[in-house]
C-alpha cells in the first residue's frame, strides 16, 4: 500500500467518524425548517490553517477566478483538481449519502422525478455521462472590502441541491464582518435573508437551488441564493464542497 492510498484511508475513516458525530436530526431538522444547518466544529484548527495554506500551491487547482473581473463580488477562488486533498475527498464522500436521502425527500415534496442514488461514485458518474468532468471544490479567499454576491453554484444541467461551506479563519481574530448570508424567494413574498454565524471549523449545510415550504395548500417550491457580506478586516478563508462535477 502506498503512503497516498494510507492517507486517504485514514482521512476517510475520519471524515466518517465527525461527520456521524453530528447531530442528523437536528441537522435535518434545520435544513426542512430554513434551508441551512450548521456543523459545529466539523474541523480543527489544525486542519482549517493546513487547508487554508494550499491557496498559493497552484499545483492543487486547476482554475483560479478574480470575482471582480466576472461581477461575481471582490475577492477570488481556486477551484482543486482531481485528485482532491484526502480530507475533503473524505467529507465529499461521507456527507453525500445523508445529504443525498434529504435531497431525495425534497424533490417528493416538489413533485420532481429526480432521484440521487446513495453513492456519491454513482453520482458523479451520471455528471460525467452528461459531460459534467470537472471537479467543483473550491477554496475562496477574501480580504479588506471583499464580498460574494448573491447566486447559487449550479455548474450544468445536473446539480446536487445542497452543498456544504466550511469556514477556515476565525472570526474576530482573523477578520471582521464577512457573514455568510442565505436569501429565499417564495412565492408571492419578499425575500427572507438568513446571517449564518460561524466559527473557524464550523460547517453550514445549505440549499443550492431550490427547496420545499409547507404552505397553505401542500408544498411549494422556493428559490434561494447565498453569498458573503463585506469584510470589514483582515483576510477569511472558505472551502466549499458542491457534490456536484461541472461542465
Known amino acids: 500500500m502506498t503512503i497516498h492510498s494510507q492517507n486517504t484511508r485514514r482521512a476517510s475513516r475520519s471524515a466518517e467518524s ?6 442528523w436530526r437536528a441537522l435535518v431538522s434545520d435544513l426542512n425548517t430554513h434551508g441551512c444547518a450548521v456543523m459545529l466544529g466539523l474541523l480543527s484548527a489544525e486542519e482549517c490553517a493546513g487547508i487554508a495554506a494550499l491557496y498559493p500551491q497552484e499545483e492543487h487547482f486547476r482554475s483560479h477566478v478574480i470575482m471582480a473581473r466576472h461581477g461575481f463580488g471582490k475577492g477570488e477562488y481556486r477551484y482543486f483538481k482531481y485528485p482532491l486533498p484526502d480530507l475533503i475527498e473524505g467529507l465529499r464522500t461521507t456527507l ?3 445529504l443525498a436521502t434529504v435531497a431525495n425527500d425534497w424533490n417528493e415534496k416538489m413533485g420532481t422525478a429526480l432521484r440521487y442514488p446513495a453513492d456519491h461514485a454513482a453520482f ?5 455521462d452528461e459531460g459534467q468532468t470537472k471537479p467543483t471544490p473550491l477554496l475562496l479567499q477574501y480580504g479588506p472590502g471583499d464580498f460574494n454576491c448573491l447566486h447559487q453554484d449550479l455548474y450544468g444541467a445536473l446539480a446536487f441541491p445542497l452543498q456544504v461551506a466550511i469556514l477556515l479563519s476565525e472570526p474576530g481574530e482573523d477578520f471582521e464582518g464577512g457573514e455568510f448570508v442565505l436569501t429565499e424567494q417564495r412565492p408571492r413574498m419578499q425575500s427572507r435573508a438568513e446571517v449564518v454565524p460561524l466559527k473557524r471549523g464550523d460547517a453550514v449545510i445549505f440549499a443550492v437551488h431550490n427547496r420545499p415550504v ?3 395548500k401542500g408544498y411549494c417550491r422556493v428559490n434561494l441564493r447565498h453569498g458573503v457580506s463585506r469584510l470589514r478586516s483582515g483576510r477569511r478563508h472558505t472551502v466549499g464542497i458542491i457534490f456536484h462535477d461541472a461542465k
Open 96 to 98: 453525500y449519502p445523508r
Open 214 to 216: 409547507q404552505g397553505t
Open 124 to 128: 458523479l458518474k451520471r455528471c460525467h
Open 18 to 23: 465527525r461527520v456521524a458525530a453530528q447531530d
